[in-house]
């Protein structure tokens, strides 16, 4: 799998931080509102916000000249002041909360629960043993046939795992190529899934092979994520769809006339012949 420095936007820690920031922020936002308005809020009844204030005495004096309300209503304009300025801070910081309780991350794809050991668990008895799942390349999937021979790709890069080549129309030529990566080979991929979620996995590998349209299908039974893009090549427009689970990276690259649809059906075919429990 290509592995790039994007940073995880999907993950939890990722959401925890905005969320912090959020509320951070709206916290801010409301001191600054009740800081600035300091002066409106103390105004003594009859007397601009600029005067000095009344020396204590004096001021008791005053407050017990002032009958309910005061004689001009100004210990009621006051007192709507407070409350007002008390509703603004309360919006804020309740708006802060609202945005900070939003944001929701995804947990690293090793904890996400998807793949098959994690519906062969479920489906399992009491005390029932779970068969060692088994990856391989399918000898027949549809129309497609595997290829036997020399390695078409060898000594070009490829991606880690292990590739299938298939043809479809008899020809011999090469008309899909499957990838699957697995935790159980690479120990490489198991420690990029215990950080990794599931969204970045894939949008790692679609960066990295600079595909275009990418669209999310249905990822079948094993859940997971599955998605498929487009790419740039001399003849037609390839479909390159990939799969990612909490144990298993895998892509089926076909040619065609970019049909997304089509291509993902054919690579959740594609997963579901390749991976079984025995």
Not at 160 to 188: F, S
């Amino acid at each position: 799998m290509i592995t790039l420095a994007f940073v995880d936007t999907s993950s939890e820690g990722y959401a925890t931080g905005e969320a912090i920031g959020a509320l951070l922020g709206a916290l801010l936002a409301a001191a600054l509102v009740w800081r600035l308005t300091r002066s409106w809020r103390h105004e003594t009844p009859g007397r601009s916000a600029a005067a000095a204030p009344l020396p204590l005495a004096e001021a008791a004096v005053a407050d017990a000249r002032v009958t309910d309300g005061g004689a001009d209503g100004s210990w009621a304009r006051a007192r709507r002041r407070r409350l007002i300025v008390l509703a603004v801070v309360a919006a804020i910081v309740a708006l802060g909360v609202t945005q900070a309780l939003s944001y929701q991350g995804q947990p690293s794809a090793a904890e996400s629960g998807a793949g098959s050991t994690e519906a062969a668990l479920t489906s399992a008895k009491p005390g029932e043993t779970i068969p060692s799942r088994v990856i391989e390349g399918p000898a027949r999937v549809g129309g497609y046939r595997l290829l036997t021979g020399a390695d078409p790709f060898k000594g070009k890069k490829k991606p880690n795992g292990k590739q299938w080549y298939y043809d479809r129309d008899g020809d011999g030529a090469l008309d899909l190529m499957l990838g699957i990566d697995a935790v159980e080979w690479n120990p490489t991929l198991a420690a990029e899934k215990q950080t990794d979620t599931l969204d970045q996995e894939l949008r790692n590998f679609f960066a990295g092979a600079r595909a275009e349209d990418v669209t999310a299908f249905d990822a079948g039974p094993w859940g997971g994520k599955l998605s498929c893009g487009t790419l740039a090549a001399a003849e037609g427009r390839p479909a390159l769809c990939a799969w990612t689970d909490a144990e298993t990276f895998g892509s089926v690259l076909v040619g065609g006339d970019g049909d997304l649809a089509e291509a993902a059906k054919t690579a959740l075919a594609f997963r579901t012949a390749a991976e079984k429990r025995g």
